[in-house]
């Protein structure tokens, strides 16, 4: 085996005729059919081994996100991609002969649960179908996930983890509650404001800044899911007359009227705050210069822009094969430099800029907590091939937050006002009025 793998294997291996290979008493790989040599003949690396994951081909015994870890240290310290390691350990299985009749090794079907879309990249139609494929999965499933107020970002914790102190109860809706204050005090919110969500999901911000700040706000999305949800949100917590949430994409911001929510700012510009978090992946290298100049023309001089945002260096900026082939095809990310040139150049002036990457891990945490407690339901509900897809995407990104190789970010932002100083505090935040 050595002469194929270099060195030892990270994790176990065991194949489908018994045969097995790698340390014990770490997690291992269980191949449950010679499929799994077929998809890495025809899709190499990390993509063929994600497939073989949902399709039930290959299961991991043991801790996923440990296997995940330890595979990605390996390749590290090999100096290889996590792909290339994981046709390494099957090159080792070769190598120790784990059976006579391997099957066929022609192309096996793609799963189920693989995305598939067409058209340009990026087109409106494109684009909602990427989110229809995503988001539209069904608002039960997102619940059995998601906190209560169903907030699909990173959240910000203020207690019960390192550093922060021990807040009994303290859970995942508390540290996304917080995360709302944390942006409503950043734009500076207050009665009788206008507030524009950029891809408000299911509503969840824009309610809290109308119920706690007194805004009038005008959310967006592309997810008809989503917008029933937050309607009815609405409607029950009588909120329906100072929210609008629309179905619209970004670009046609500036030629359609904000609605009678906003009571008199037009989407050609005058609400006195935008907000988008962890939209802006979705929009794509070519468009993020649009997206910029909407979230610029949209907001009064003076008024604050604030971009919550995940960052992600080296070559896949989608995330890597199995992200772009199951949950998001078209997403882009990169450094946050890069984010903050763009909006700076749309005619932004950027006035804060706060990592959060931590918390993402602690965020992802509680979201893996409820996925597993809520498993068989989830089962129930999408399928067990699905369900697959979720540990995955999971398990592999909160490993990408831990290990540092994805990031996120809140941008803070203000359209200038040629000749006057900015409104902007002196400090963007004051922590003590936004965690008591």
Same mark, same amino acid.
């Given at each position: 085996?050595?002469?194929?793998?270099?060195?030892?294997?990270?994790?176990?291996?065991?194949?489908?005729?018994?045969?097995?290979?790698?340390?014990?008493?770490?997690?291992?790989?269980?191949?449950?059919?010679?499929?799994?040599?077929?998809?890495?003949?025809?899709?190499?690396?990390?993509?063929?081994?994600?497939?073989?994951?949902?399709?039930?081909?290959?299961?991991?015994?043991?801790?996923?996100?440990?296997?995940?870890?330890?595979?990605?240290?390996?390749?590290?310290?090999?100096?290889?991609?996590?792909?290339?390691?994981?046709?390494?350990?099957?090159?080792?299985?070769?190598?120790?002969?784990?059976?006579?009749?391997?099957? +066929?090794?022609?192309?096996?079907?793609?799963?189920?649960?693989?995305?598939?879309?067409?058209?340009?990249?990026?087109?409106?139609?494109?684009?909602?179908?990427?989110?229809?494929?995503?988001?539209?999965?069904?608002?039960?499933?997102?619940?059995?996930?998601?906190?209560?107020?169903?907030?699909?970002?990173?959240?910000?914790?203020?207690?019960?983890?390192?550093?922060?102190?021990?807040?009994?109860?303290?859970?995942?809706?508390?540290?996304?509650?917080?995360?709302?204050?944390?942006?409503?005090?950043?734009?500076?919110?207050?009665?009788?404001?206008?507030?524009?969500?950029?891809?408000?999901?299911?509503?969840?911000?824009?309610?809290?800044?109308?119920?706690?700040?007194?805004?009038?706000?005008?959310?967006?999305?592309?997810?008809?899911?989503?917008?029933?949800?937050?309607?009815?949100?609405?409607?029950?917590?009588?909120?329906?007359?100072?929210?609008?949430?629309?179905?619209?994409?970004?670009?046609?911001?500036?030629?359609?009227?904000?609605? +009678?929510?906003?009571?008199?700012?037009?989407?050609?510009?005058?609400?006195?705050?935008?907000?988008?978090?962890?939209?802006?992946?979705?929009?794509?290298?070519?468009?993020?210069?649009?997206?910029?100049?909407?979230?610029?023309?949209?907001?009064?001089?003076?008024?604050?822009?604030?971009?919550?945002?995940?960052?992600?260096?080296?070559?896949?900026?989608?995330?890597?094969?199995?992200?772009? +082939?199951?949950?998001?095809?078209?997403?882009?990310?990169?450094?946050?430099?890069?984010?903050?040139?763009?909006?700076?150049?749309?005619?932004?002036?950027?006035?804060?800029?706060?990592?959060?990457?931590?918390?993402?891990?602690?965020?992802?945490?509680?979201?893996?907590?409820?996925?597993?407690?809520?498993?068989?339901?989830?089962?129930?509900?999408?399928?067990?091939?699905?369900?697959?897809?979720?540990?995955?995407?999971?398990?592999?990104?909160?490993?990408?937050?831990?290990?540092?190789?994805?990031?996120?970010?809140?941008?803070?932002?203000?359209?200038?006002?040629?000749?006057?100083? +900015?409104?902007?505090?002196?400090?963007?935040?004051?922590?003590?009025?936004?965690?008591?």
């Amino acid at each position: 085996m050595r002469p194929v793998a270099g060195e030892e294997l990270p994790i176990g291996l065991h194949a489908w005729d018994g045969s097995s290979t790698g340390p014990a008493d770490v997690p291992a790989i269980r191949l449950n059919t010679a499929r799994v040599l077929a998809r890495q003949l025809w899709a190499p690396g990390e993509l063929g081994a994600a497939q073989s994951f949902v399709a039930g081909e290959l299961d991991v015994d043991g801790d996923l996100s440990e296997a995940l870890a330890r595979v990605w240290a390996a390749a590290r310290e090999r100096r290889l991609q996590p792909g290339r390691a994981a046709q390494t350990a099957l090159a080792s299985l070769a190598a120790v002969r784990v059976g006579s009749r391997w099957g +066929s090794l022609r192309r096996p079907p793609i799963p189920d649960s693989q995305i598939r879309v067409g058209g340009r990249l990026h087109s409106r139609r494109r684009d909602r179908d990427v989110v229809a494929s995503h988001y539209d999965l069904s608002n039960e499933f997102y619940s059995l996930v998601l906190d209560d107020q169903m907030a699909y970002s990173c959240a910000y914790f203020t207690g019960n983890v390192p550093g922060a102190p021990s807040r009994p109860g303290y859970g995942l809706a508390d540290a996304q509650r917080d995360k709302f204050d944390l942006v409503c005090t950043k734009l500076g919110l207050a009665p009788g404001m206008t507030l524009l969500d950029v891809g408000c999901g299911w509503g969840a911000l824009a309610a809290h800044a109308a119920e706690h700040y007194g805004c009038r706000v005008v959310g967006i999305t592309l997810s008809v899911q989503q917008k029933a949800y937050a309607d009815e949100m609405l409607r029950r917590r009588g909120l329906a007359d100072v929210v609008e949430i629309r179905l619209c994409d970004y670009r046609e911001l500036k030629t359609s009227g904000a609605g +009678s929510a906003a009571s008199g700012p037009n989407t050609t510009g005058g609400f006195d705050a935008v907000v988008s978090l962890e939209m802006g992946e979705h929009v794509g290298q070519r468009n993020y210069r649009i997206y910029a100049r909407v979230l610029h023309d949209q907001v009064r001089p003076g008024g604050r822009v604030l971009i919550q945002q995940m960052s992600r260096s080296g070559r896949h900026q989608g995330g890597g094969p199995f992200i772009e +082939s199951f949950i998001a095809p078209d997403m882009t990310m990169r450094p946050v430099g890069q984010t903050i040139d763009l909006l700076a150049g749309s005619g932004l002036e950027i006035r804060d800029v706060q990592a959060m990457r931590e918390h993402y891990v602690w965020t992802v945490d509680a979201w893996i907590q409820r996925f597993q407690r809520n498993r068989s339901h989830v089962v129930d509900l999408v399928g067990e091939e699905v369900a697959r897809v979720w540990e995955l995407y999971l398990a592999g990104g909160r490993l990408s937050f831990a290990e540092g190789r994805m990031g996120v970010d809140q941008i803070l932002a203000v359209r200038p006002v040629l000749g006057d100083l +900015s409104s902007m505090p002196r400090r963007a935040v004051d922590e003590e009025a936004v965690n008591g």
